[in-house]
């Protein structure tokens, strides 16, 4: 059933939802193959995404800058081994600046619907503007939606509350008591920030981090040479998160000794050691974070929180502990973030209720039977525990472009992947991640939904994620008719026809 809205409707071929880092790269790289005829989506007023919202004192990229780029735009010029976020940002600018006429932003993607009669995607956002596109492009990414923990009392808090994803510059630390709740990889960059400005520190922290030294201590001199160096470096700890037992316990070891090194009371070194196996939780790579905790102005906290009273923290134990600043260093609520996206695919179905009813299931993180022409980057299952997630949102965007030019090959306006194929990867990938260390760790990982199963993480090498998502095989898919070309002319395609694979001659 065709789609009206009241507005008038913008055609575009590519419409991509997100200016972050893995929308900017979508749109860079479709200039750079000669499709300049795309929208970008941005709901907030500036494009950066993660690092355009993330300014918490001591924000960065915890893997080697030479990493953190695309290969299509290097980032060579990085003041630090690993870029801060300000640098990033800047490199997100610097790419977006070539396509800045075709973002659009404060438009937040309200309803987007497949029109079965037309094949091709129309979308509406808050304020009325409406578009249609053949090609949609999902790239709202995974950590946008800060996670507060429900804390009884904390509306009585007489202090600034502030989370780390929405950090207020304006709230004065200096000599202050502040009280952070969290010891992930947010605090474990916050926390060395602070110690030396605020009066005192109270860390509540409910688990304990794995703790490793950090790759790369200095901006290289070859950054070409270099970015093939520490990539194959960090892809060489991949074992250790797919179940590999020797190499999970090199990985402890260096871990220990990391601890054993930098924290000297045993007291604090106990309260600061795991009980669960190392690449269970995310890791935090720094060689500040421990002496921050060990610092004389610093009080790890391991009793859970009770409650808030207008001047601090009650624990568990009936203990008040007083505080001027509470610091929430929680992390984003992933799950369902792309659920989220009010998208309608094939026989009115949303992307919600395919995933409510069978669960998160995906061809390689990228495309969900039922949605033609829909394109998720850094989707379910492609997240890495060890190597930087720009190759595998890289990956992604080369097979987005295959897609593209292979439709065009066909003659064909749609693809959408079989059902029974899609089934067939996503079992594979399970198969694996039950092996890994995310569901044999014992450490409750909150990668793991309600049923166990983990629909974050890619379980293996990154070159071996680059490998399957090379080629689209158009034998995996539906094919649905109506002429690219005829749509790239601005002419209304006529019905589909599904090919099934096999390329007709359309009627």
Not at 229 to 257: C, D, I, K, N, Q
Not at 307 to 330: F, K
Request: charged residues 20%; hydrophobic residues 40%; proline residues 5%.
């Amino acid at each position: 059933m065709a789609v009206t809205w009241n507005n008038e409707m913008r055609s575009t071929r590519v419409l991509v939802i997100g200016a972050g880092f893995a929308g900017l790269g979508m749109a860079a790289r479709l200039q750079r193959a000669g499709i300049r005829d795309f929208v970008v989506l941005e709901k907030a007023g500036d494009l950066g995404g993660t690092w355009r919202d993330n300014t918490y004192p001591g924000c960065a990229c915890d893997i080697p800058s030479v990493l953190y780029s695309y290969s299509f735009a290097r980032g060579d010029g990085w003041s630090d081994a690993r870029a801060r976020q300000p640098e990033i940002l800047d490199y997100l600018r610097t790419l977006g600046s070539g396509f800045a006429d075709r973002i659009e932003f404060g438009a937040e993607v309200v309803r987007g619907e497949w029109d079965e009669g037309a094949a091709r995607w129309t979308v509406v956002t808050a304020d009325g503007r409406a578009f249609e596109a053949q090609f949609l492009v999902a790239a709202t990414g995974a950590l946008h939606l800060p996670k507060r923990p429900r804390i009884v009392g904390v509306d009585s808090f007489a202090g600034p509350v502030v989370h780390t994803a929405d950090w207020d510059e304006r709230i004065d630390l200096d000599g202050k008591r502040v009280a952070v709740i969290g010891t992930g990889a947010s605090a474990a960059q916050l926390i060395p920030e602070i110690v030396e400005r605020a009066g005192a520190v109270d860390v509540y922290q409910r688990t304990p981090a794995w703790v490793l030294p950090p790759l790369g201590t200095r901006p290289p001199r070859l950054p070409r040479l270099a970015r093939i160096g520490w990539y194959w470096r960090a892809e060489a700890t991949a074992p250790a998160f797919a179940g590999s037992t020797v190499a999970s316990a090199l990985m402890h070891r260096r871990a220990v000794r990391h601890l054993h090194a930098q924290v000297a009371d045993p007291e604090l070194r106990r309260a600061l050691t795991p009980d669960h196996r190392i690449g269970c939780k995310r890791i935090i790579r720094s060689d500040n974070y421990f002496p921050a905790l060990a610092s004389g102005s610093t009080r790890v906290v391991t009793t859970a929180v009770g409650h808030v009273t207008p001047t601090g923290i009650v624990t568990a134990d009936g203990v008040t502990r007083p505080a001027d600043v509470l610091v929430y260093a929680t992390g984003f609520r992933v799950a369902g973030s792309l659920a989220a996206l009010p998208l309608t695919g094939r026989g009115g179905t949303t992307l919600q209720q395919r995933w409510m009813s069978g669960g998160v299931r995906t061809h390689h993180g990228i495309t969900v039977a039922g949605m033609p022409n829909l394109f998720l980057l850094s989707g379910p299952n492609t997240g890495l525990g060890h190597n930087s997630v720009v190759f595998m949102i890289e990956s992604q965007i080369r097979y987005v472009l295959d897609a593209i030019r292979a439709l065009d090959r066909v003659g064909a306006a749609a693809l959408d992947v079989r059902e029974e194929v899609q089934e067939a990867v996503d079992a594979g990938v399970q198969q694996r991640l039950r092996r890994a260390v995310w569901s044999t760790g014992g450490c409750g990982s909150w990668y793991l939904d309600g049923r166990g199963r983990n629909h974050a993480l890619w379980p293996g090498f990154s070159w071996k994620y680059r490998l399957r998502t090379r080629r689209v095989r158009l034998r995996d898919h539906h094919l649905i008719g109506a002429s690219a070309g005829a749509f790239r002319s601005g002419q209304s395609p006529q019905r589909p026809l599904v090919l099934d694979g096999v390329r007709q001659t359309q009627r």
